[in-house]
């Protein structure tokens, strides 16, 4: 859970620093919290499989 933790976090720095004005490090938390929602289903999904 550690993962969606750590993506929940970057979404909510991104909505802070959009609200703010910096468009670039908004974008940028965006992205890296994305990767890390992706991470954390594929790893989920494989292990229910498992």
């Not at 979404?11 to 802070?16: D, K, Q, R």
């Not at 910096?22 to 954390?40: E, N, Q």
Request: glycine share 10%; aromatic share 10%.
């Amino acid at each position: 859970m550690a993962i969606l933790e750590l993506a929940i976090a970057f979404f909510v720095l991104a909505i802070v620093a959009g609200v703010m004005g910096a468009g670039g490090v908004a974008g940028l938390s965006m992205d890296i919290a994305k990767w890390l929602v992706i991470i954390f289903l594929v790893l989920a999904i494989v292990s229910f499989v498992l």
